[in-house]
């Protein structure tokens, strides 16, 4: 079974300062998808950046960028000049599909609390 | 706006009641997914449909029962929940023939048992 393991349940960094939360996950598959969700206090999930372990680039989206070690099964977040509309919950998500008819199984880490200060 | 709208945003209700909580998506998806988020826990995932049909199902107690009539509806009918069901309730949804494409989820349903 697959696992996801975020290591740091807080972190808090000052507005404009660069974050990285880190991620790590367990899995036999060699082909799969990994995301980063942000979930603020609206409750909202909401997809903040993904990768596909074939592709050997990091995906960046603005911001945010990832560290994708595949032989380490690690899954970093890099978020830059931080703001303050960062301040959320970010979950760390690993994801292969379900193999009867393609639908999708998400394993989702702990989960990181970031706390951007003004 | 999101895509996946689920009401009500707050529920609470005794242990002895029958409630549903119901999903709606927007986005021509065709699986949809129910999510449990308890405190200091991950997401669990707790059923899956794909096309309508029931294709997971995560080992979730019988007091919760859920229903995809169609592709753009999902609910789950709650009856003699437990203390510890209290947590906030997600539903997604996803196109499952492009399983690189990420779910899209609801603002979620905040449950509380009395």
């Known amino acids: 079974a697959q696992t996801v393991t975020q290591s740091q349940p807080e972190m808090s960094v000052q507005e404009a300062e660069t974050v990285t939360l880190s991620c790590t996950y367990d899995t036999s598959e060699n082909n799969y998808y990994l995301f980063w969700y942000k979930q603020p206090p609206s409750r909202q999930m909401i997809l903040v950046i993904r990768q596909e372990a074939y592709k050997q680039q990091n995906a960046t989206e603005n911001r945010f960028s990832v560290n994708f070690q595949k032989a380490a099964k690690s899954f970093s977040l890099k978020i830059s000049d931080s703001q303050l509309g960062d301040t959320a919950m970010y979950f760390c998500?690993?994801?292969?599909?379900?193999?009867?008819?393609?639908?999708?199984?998400?394993?989702f880490g702990q989960g990181t609390r970031l706390t951007i200060n003004p | 706006e999101t895509g996946v709208t689920q009401t009500p945003r707050h529920l609470v209700m005794g242990m002895t009641n029958k409630k549903s909580l119901k999903c709606e998506q927007h986005?021509?998806?065709?699986?949809m997914y129910w999510y449990k988020q308890s405190a200091k826990k991950p997401l669990e995932l707790m059923f899956v449909y794909s096309l309508e049909e029931r294709v997971e199902n995560n080992s979730v107690p019988s007091r919760f029962s859920p229903e995809c009539p169609n592709s753009s509806h999902l609910f789950l009918h709650l009856h003699t929940l437990q203390p510890e069901d209290s947590a906030l309730y997600l539903c997604?949804?996803?196109?499952?023939?492009?399983?690189?494409?990420?779910?899209?989820f609801g603002d979620g349903t905040r449950l509380s048992i009395l």
């Open positions: 998500a690993f994801m292969k599909p379900l193999i009867i008819q393609g639908a999708q199984k998400l394993v």
């Open positions: 986005l021509g998806h065709n699986a």
């Open positions: 997604a949804s996803s196109q499952d023939r492009n399983s690189n494409q990420p779910q899209h």
